[in-house]
């Protein structure tokens, strides 16, 4: 079992920064992919970006890429995502999650094993 919060969370202008963090607990000693997902409002969940948390590879959907940096902590314990330049579209609910194993893309929403409760983000032009 892996136990996940988020925070960091909040309103920002378009162009500013961000940083979201999600603190994790529980069996952390496994191979995960961990990431950051959102959803807005009347949209489907994607992945944002995710982290091998035993290589340390990262990949990013196309849309964040260059924006966003995805980070973990030494101890693996927490993870973070840096948000710059961020635009309205950029607006939504963020969840930190985590899947077994190794993954050498974005594993699909479905196949996240643990989520946290998310964290809001909302963005204004």
């Known amino acids: 079992q892996v136990q996940l919060v988020e925070s960091g969370g909040g309103s920002a202008q378009a162009g500013g920064p961000l940083r979201l963090s999600c603190a994790a607990s529980?069996?952390?000693?496994?191979?995960?992919?961990m990431g950051w997902f959102r959803q807005a409002p009347g949209k489907e969940r994607e992945g944002v970006a995710t982290?091998?948390?035993?290589?340390?590879?990262?990949y990013y959907a196309d849309s964040v890429k260059g924006r966003f940096t995805i980070s973990q902590d030494n101890a693996g314990n927490t993870l973070y995502l840096q948000m710059n330049s961020l635009k309205p579209e950029d607006t939504a609910m963020y969840y930190c999650?985590?899947?077994?194993?190794?993954?050498?893309?974005?594993?699909?929403?479905?196949?996240?094993?643990?989520w946290g409760k998310g964290t809001l983000v909302t963005i204004s032009s």
């Open positions: 982290i091998d948390s035993g290589s340390g590879s990262t």
């Open positions: 529980g069996n952390t000693y496994s191979r995960y992919s």
């Open positions: 999650a985590a899947a077994p194993g190794v993954w050498i893309v974005i594993p699909p929403a479905g196949r996240m094993r643990y």
